[in-house]
């Protein structure tokens, strides 16, 4: 060290002076801690200045989020009452389209309802004439039984009238036979018997006449 320091003609002398010097310069003063200070103190205002600046960006970020979600959500409010209103329109569609149809079906039903009564109204109509025709034709085939009943009747009539003939004959022949014999009688009897038979199959052959039997 000596010798560089006697190397070296331009070094100062270390007194009083240069000391108070030295350690003016490493000890700190007041100047430096208020320059310090002043520093610290920018600092603090450009992270307050920072902070500012950070919460309007996250405002502005805020608002805008805020915005484009009021947005989106009036967008889907729109699209909400879009779709309402073609849902009700469609069920408007529908509910027309349907009563129409339905008012069709009514129709159609209606119509076919109509003809089908006319249609039944028609046949019973003809099936109420067919069975009064029927019902005067039965009338008259009654009214001819009835006639063919009086000739009957008539011819009863005369068929008893011949019998009360016949009784007659027979009391005549019988006061007849009386003076006659025994043979007579039977013969007599035998002719009578075969006149009543020609008299009963004279009288059934009436009849049969009359039931067209024969």
Known sequence: ???????????????????????ANVIPTSKYFEIRFDHLDQRVDRMQDNIK?????????FNESRLEINNRFEQADRRLDEF???VNQRFDEVKRDVA???DE??????????????DVAQRFDEAKNDVNL???QVDQRFEQ??????QVDKRFEQVDK???QIIVSIDRLTDKLDYRDHDQRSFTMRMFSISILISFLGVLGVFLKIFKVV
């Open 84 to 86: 309402k209103n073609d």
């Open 53 to 61: 600046d950070f919460r309007v960006d996250v405002d502005n970020r």
């Open 134 to 136: 029927r019902f005067e």
């Open 1 to 23: 060290m000596a010798k560089d320091t006697e190397k070296n003609p331009k070094q100062l002398p270390i007194n009083q002076e240069t000391l108070d010097i030295i350690v």
């Open 145 to 150: 039984v009835d006639k063919r009943f009086e």
């Open 105 to 118: 079906a009514k129709k159609d039903v209606n119509l076919r309802f109509d003809e089908a009564k006319k």
């Open 100 to 102: 129409q149809r339905f």
């Open 162 to 164: 011949h019998l009360e």
